[in-house]
């Protein structure tokens, strides 16, 4: 690690105050310090570290795996433009980079970083729905890890909204639009929100022992 340009801290939020402390003296001036430690301040990295040493909190997501991420980025107080010029190249090798003020962060997180969770958790029980209507584990997956897979890759190929996508498909007074009013009945919106204040308000809770 000495003379690393960049350093990637990537360990469970309770242990980087420790870590933080037992690398400071091998960092040269100049580093680069990455975190991707969810809920971990950028005030706390820079308390720990050398005031020659740069911070920038990140947030990707696993799609990463695939070269599909989504990537927040977040500039500390002593990181220059070239910083986060070098950590927008790193994550942009694996997918999308977003650069937000860090206040911004873990809400991000409950929508980028957990987000893959919520569209598996939703081809789950898609999946299930498609069970019950007759078809085969086997079958409901092609119907279901297709039609998501396919509507995804659309979206990202069309220069149109996913609610003109949607509305593209949804004929007045046909079957989708039943279907998407009883979505609509269903508070979908309503039930995200606090889906999702819930993931904000867990990373708060989880942050707080490592300030």
Do not use: C
Request: charged share 20%.
């Amino acid at each position: 690690m000495t003379g690393a340009r960049i350093v990637v801290v990537a360990v469970k939020p309770a242990m980087v105050p420790d870590l933080l402390r037992e690398i400071a003296s091998s960092l040269a001036p100049g580093t680069l310090v990455l975190s991707v430690a969810a809920g971990v301040t950028i005030a706390t990295f820079e308390a720990l570290l050398p005031a020659s040493v740069a911070v920038i909190r990140s947030m990707p997501n696993t799609p990463a795996l695939v070269g599909k991420a989504v990537t927040g980025l977040s500039a500390g107080t002593r990181s220059t433009e070239a910083d986060l010029d070098l950590a927008r190249a790193l994550f942009g090798t694996v997918g999308s980079v977003l650069v937000v003020p860090e206040e911004k962060l873990d809400a991000l997180s409950t929508i980028s970083g957990s987000g893959p969770a919520y569209v598996f958790y939703l081809i789950e029980e898609f999946t299930r729905t498609a069970i019950d209507k007759g078809f085969t584990p086997e079958e409901a997956a092609v119907l279901v890890n297709g039609t998501f897979l396919g509507a995804s890759t659309l979206l990202a190929a069309s220069p149109l909204s996913p609610g003109e996508l949607r509305r593209q498909v949804t004929s007045p007074h046909g079957t989708t639009e039943r279907a998407v009013w009883e979505l609509e009945k269903g508070g979908l919106k309503d039930l995200f929100d606090r889906a999702t204040d819930a993931a904000l308000a867990r990373a708060r809770e989880l942050a707080a022992p490592a300030e």
